[in-house]
């Protein structure tokens, strides 16, 4: 199994020159933290914690054995 949660409520998912909502900038920065995880996967990592753009903490991933 694997998850990964993404709190998007910071900064780095909003309109910069307003500080508003924007579907636009929120999947900018969900594709660049899930290029991230993708590649900590290839380097062999299990799990991890997801930091925005501005470096602060929002979310974790992690890959589970299913039983």
Do not use: C
């Amino acid at each position: 199994m694997f998850r990964m949660e993404i709190e998007t409520d910071g900064a780095a998912f909003k309109d910069p020159e307003t500080g508003g909502e924007d579907k636009a900038f929120e999947g900018i920065e969900i594709s660049r933290i899930m290029r991230k995880v993708a590649a900590e996967l290839r380097e062999g990592k299990e799990s991890g914690s997801i930091m925005d753009l501005n470096g602060n903490k929002v979310g974790y991933w992690t890959r589970e054995d299913e039983e």
